[in-house]
């Protein structure tokens, strides 16, 4: 049975959805104004992989991620940039979904966008103030009161006197405790604003989200999932506000994925570590990058460097050198590796687990293709399957072997140097023939002999 780590529990727990067979899942996704980072890449890989799992465990998910085309940060890049809200925001869109899609990510079942929700946020303001648990301050903004809400801090395990003492006031707010939070700006300025009964503003963050997601998958849904960075304080205000506003239960489940760091350290803009997906993927291959993310546990944290990316591309690799001796077509896949698969991602989506298990299969395929095509081929069909739950091993195995690791050497001018060296071989001259096996290897191009010819794959 599936268990998944409760972040609001502290510890794993035994999957039960509220209605049998079906799963409400709603993640945070990204705010639109620059480009996505390695940080973006982990949380959308991982819950990806979540939603790829339980799809093959034959639940009907309702995948929700949204979008946030409205905040603090969207209004001031734009104006730096010169540009109109709508222009930005739609740019960035349109690159979030190319990354998305060269790191073969199934899309959303719905991506709701939080200009598209203002009356879904208004109507859940309202409901917080009738209930006491907002009020609309001096300045015309709207506050969440967190002094109303008696369990505040519950899921990031904060102590309230702690959160007070460290609480920080803008200038510009005009709130009754510095811990409380804005649902609601009044209009500043020439800034993006939208009639309301409270007057002309623009929605808090938390309050987006709130909304969102209980319009999409009701008042009390299964999973809610995003980045460690969110639990304090983005989930534990969404929380607040949606128990506040509905009442009764809001999550059964939280899930959070790790940190990322950049070489051991915290991946920050301000220390010049800060990595965005398409420079990334100008250095290594999409399937590497989303390979090397699943090679950890989704709750620990990942450490990015070349080294690990390269080690990840080897890793893969040795995967993709299995499938090439053997043909997967035709054959049927073998249930007791399913079963041992499936133990693995049923304790907590343990992806790394679960791909080391792909190397034992795949080191099975390397012992049997040469005596018995029939499990090799079977072999080779339950490797390409497992692998597909993860959103890998989807490529022909020649074209990813021959592609990435190197920008060194086209496909014509390497298999020219292989046949000049067969024809080295051929004439017995082994000092040329080992003198080109030597300038591909420079070239990163490991060669593969056999009874059959030379392969060649990029190192």
Same mark, same amino acid.
């Given at each position: 049975?599936?268990?998944?780590?409760?972040?609001?529990?502290?510890?794993?727990?035994?999957?039960?959805?509220?209605?049998?067979?079906?799963?409400?899942?709603?993640?945070?996704?990204?705010?639109?104004?620059?480009?996505?980072?390695?940080?973006? %890449?982990?949380?959308?890989?991982?819950?990806?992989?979540?939603?790829?799992?339980?799809?093959?465990?034959?639940?009907?998910?309702?995948?929700?991620?949204?979008?946030?085309?409205?905040?603090?940060?969207?209004?001031?890049?734009?104006?730096?940039? /010169? @540009?109109?809200?709508?222009?930005?925001?739609?740019?960035?869109?349109?690159?979030?979904?190319?990354?998305?899609?060269?790191?073969?990510?199934?899309?959303?079942?719905?991506?709701?966008?939080? !200009?598209?929700?203002?009356?879904?946020?208004?109507?859940?303001? $309202?409901?917080?103030?009738?209930?006491?648990?907002?009020?609309?301050?001096?300045?015309?903004?709207?506050?969440?009161?967190?002094?109303?809400? %008696?369990?505040?801090?519950?899921? *990031?395990?904060?102590?309230?006197?702690?959160?007070?003492?460290?609480?920080?006031?803008?200038?510009? $707010?005009?709130?009754?405790?510095?811990?409380?939070?804005?649902? #609601?700006?009044?209009?500043?300025?020439?800034?993006?604003? #939208?009639?309301?009964?409270?007057?002309?503003?623009?929605?808090?963050?938390?309050?987006?989200?709130?909304?969102? +997601?209980?319009?999409?998958?009701?008042?009390?849904?299964?999973?809610?999932?995003?980045?460690?960075?969110?639990?304090?304080?983005?989930?534990?205000?969404?929380?607040?506000?949606?128990?506040?506003?509905?009442?009764?239960?809001?999550?059964?489940?939280?899930?959070?994925?790790?940190?990322?760091?950049?070489?051991?350290?915290?991946?920050?803009?301000?220390?010049?570590?800060?990595?965005?997906?398409?420079?990334?993927?100008?250095?290594?291959?999409?399937?590497?990058?989303?390979?090397?993310?699943?090679?950890?546990?989704?709750?620990?944290?990942?450490?990015?460097?070349?080294?690990?990316?390269? @080690?990840?591309?080897?890793?893969?690799?040795?995967?993709?050198?299995?499938?090439?001796?053997?043909?997967?077509?035709?054959?049927?896949?073998?249930?007791? #590796?399913?079963?041992?698969?499936?133990? *693995?991602?049923?304790?907590?989506?343990? +992806?790394?687990?679960?791909?080391?298990?792909?190397?034992?299969?795949? /080191?099975?395929?390397?012992?049997? !293709?040469?005596?018995?095509?029939?499990?090799?081929?079977?072999?080779?069909?339950?490797?390409?399957?497992?692998?597909?739950?993860?959103?890998?091993?989807?490529?022909?195995?020649?074209?990813?072997?021959?592609?990435?690791?190197?920008?060194?050497?086209?496909?014509?001018?390497?298999?020219?140097?292989?046949?000049?060296?067969?024809?080295?071989?051929?004439?017995?001259?082994?000092?040329?023939?080992?003198?080109?096996?030597?300038?591909?290897? !420079?070239?990163?191009?490991?060669?593969?002999?056999?009874?059959?010819?030379?392969? #060649?794959?990029?190192?």
């Amino acid at each position: 049975m599936l268990s998944i780590h409760n972040s609001m529990s502290g510890v794993k727990e035994p999957f039960i959805p509220l209605s049998p067979g079906k799963v409400g899942m709603y993640v945070c996704g990204i705010t639109v104004y620059d480009y996505c980072h390695l940080g973006h %890449a982990r949380m959308l890989v991982v819950f990806d992989m979540v939603n790829r799992y339980l799809r093959h465990q034959g639940y009907e998910v309702n995948y929700i991620r949204n979008i946030t085309d409205i905040d603090d940060k969207i209004i001031a890049r734009a104006h730096a940039n /010169g @540009e109109s809200i709508d222009a930005l925001t739609g740019r960035f869109i349109q690159a979030m979904h190319a990354d998305m899609a060269a790191l073969n990510m199934l899309p959303p079942d719905g991506e709701p966008r939080a !200009t598209a929700h203002l009356p879904q946020i208004i109507g859940m303001i $309202e409901r917080l103030l009738a209930n006491g648990f907002a009020y609309q301050a001096g300045n015309g903004d709207v506050y969440y009161d967190v002094s109303a809400c %008696a369990n505040y801090g519950q899921l *990031s395990k904060r102590n309230l006197d702690d959160l007070k003492a460290g609480a920080r006031v803008d200038i510009a $707010e005009d709130k009754d405790d510095p811990l409380d939070f804005v649902l #609601w700006k009044a209009a500043r300025g020439d800034e993006p604003r #939208w009639d309301s009964p409270f007057g002309p503003g623009r929605p808090g963050w938390h309050i987006e989200c709130s909304a969102m +997601s209980t319009h999409a998958l009701g008042n009390h849904f299964d999973i809610h999932g995003g980045g460690m960075d969110l639990l304090f304080p983005h989930h534990e205000n969404e929380l607040a506000q949606s128990c506040g506003a509905n009442g009764g239960e809001f999550v059964n489940l939280w899930m959070h994925n790790g940190f990322v760091r950049i070489d051991d350290e915290k991946m920050s803009k301000s220390s010049g570590n800060f990595l965005t997906i398409r420079k990334l993927l100008q250095r290594f291959q999409p399937e590497v990058v989303r390979f090397f993310i699943l090679s950890s546990h989704y709750r620990s944290p990942l450490n990015y460097s070349e080294e690990h990316l390269r @080690e990840a591309r080897a890793s893969l690799s040795r995967l993709y050198i299995a499938l090439r001796l053997a043909d997967a077509q035709g054959g049927d896949v073998i249930e007791d #590796w399913v079963m041992r698969f499936e133990a *693995s991602m049923n304790d907590d989506f343990n +992806s790394r687990k679960a791909i080391s298990l792909l190397h034992e299969l795949a /080191g099975e395929l390397n012992k049997t !293709t040469e005596k018995n095509n029939l499990l090799a081929s079977d072999l080779a069909c339950t490797l390409r399957y497992l692998g597909a739950i993860l959103g890998i091993l989807e490529d022909d195995a020649e074209t990813f072997l021959k592609s990435g690791g190197s920008d060194a050497g086209g496909d014509e001018q390497i298999q020219a140097l292989i046949d000049a060296r067969t024809a080295a071989k051929a004439e017995k001259n082994y000092t040329h023939a080992d003198q080109i096996r030597q300038q591909l290897q !420079t070239m990163g191009i490991i060669l593969e002999d056999s009874a059959t010819g030379t392969t #060649w794959r990029r190192q």
